[in-house]
């Protein structure tokens, strides 16, 4: 509708991309009249335009990744913590790993569960949080049983925004495993990393989609191979083990949030689209 508008108008027409859907029959008919017709395209990431490639002739795009309104916040995360242990009653001195995300085949929830398995063969002073809920949770829940993990994995459900920061400075590491799906979906960037990452928190994340935008592998924290639990559990514990290199990775993880996702920055680039649509 918008691009019909300008048309109509004579204005230029922007369109952002965060996720293309149907691109064969009348979908792909449309998505690739749209991209095509219109006068910029703002992708959210290098996967999105990456997958828009062989639909697009038109040049006149950039990738401007989302930002969000990130709130410094003084957080006792030691009282948070006590008391949450005190709820799931379990040990204080357990480390912890964290999930967040829609419980869907795309998040690769059982290769995590498989890689906690397999770390428990290694150490258990750790716990697994996982954190929503969605179509696969009961399904996954038995399958903790049946890996004979379910006492070291807490489904925690759904965490309402004023605590999850609380979360986050627990933890010390973040999980990402997801996967290219059934239906070839996958990660398009990643808000629970951005999220994770400016709280400090350094990250495990599957090499896939839009993750790798974010995550610089060694630096701010892990890519792994997607639908291996091995290479998934060597690299939870290389950081559960090396508080020094957590430590590390967190700080550049938020210091990179901070410059590349800001309000800031992501306003200046689109300012700097249209300016250059309004003056040309």
């Known amino acids: 509708i918008g691009l ?5 108008t004579g204005k230029p027409t922007v369109i952002t991309i965060h996720r293309l859907v149907g691109k064969k029959g009348l979908f792909g008919f449309i998505n690739k009249f749209v991209l095509n017709n219109t006068d910029f395209i703002i992708f959210n990431s290098s996967y999105t335009l990456e997958k828009a490639n062989n639909l697009i002739s038109n040049n006149n795009c950039c990738i401007i990744h989302p930002c969000h309104s990130f709130t410094r916040k003084i957080v006792d995360s030691n009282i948070f913590k006590e008391k949450l242990f005190q709820k799931l009653e379990i040990s204080n001195r357990n480390k912890v790993v964290f999930f967040l995300g829609r419980h ?9 569960l498989k890689a906690t398995q397999i770390l428990l063969n290694k150490t258990n002073n750790f716990i697994l949080l996982i954190g929503s809920e969605g179509v696969l949770t009961e399904s996954l829940k038995l399958y903790s049983k049946k890996l004979g993990i379910s006492e ?4 925690v459900g759904r965490i309402r925004q004023e605590v999850l920061d609380y979360y986050y400075s627990i933890s010390d590491v973040f999980v990402a495993p997801s996967i290219i799906d059934s239906n070839n979906e996958t990660e398009t960037l990643g808000v629970v ?9 350094p990250v495990v994340a599957s090499r896939v989609g839009g993750i790798v935008d974010i995550v610089e592998d060694s630096i701010n924290g892990f890519l792994v191979e997607e639908k291996n639990p091995i290479e998934l559990s060597e690299k939870i514990l290389h950081l559960l083990n090396n508080k020094d290199i957590a430590i590390k990775m967190g700080k550049l993880g938020s210091e990179k949030i901070e410059e590349k996702f800001s309000v800031k920055t992501t306003t200046l680039k ?3 689209v249209y300016e250059s649509l309004t003056y040309e």
């Open 4 to 8: 019909f508008v300008g048309k109509l």
């Open 193 to 201: 990393l951005q999220e994770a990452l400016f709280n400090s928190t």
């Open 152 to 155: 070291k994995t807490f489904f």
């Open 104 to 112: 869907v085949e795309k998040k690769g929830l059982k290769f995590l």
């Open 270 to 272: 689109i300012v700097e």
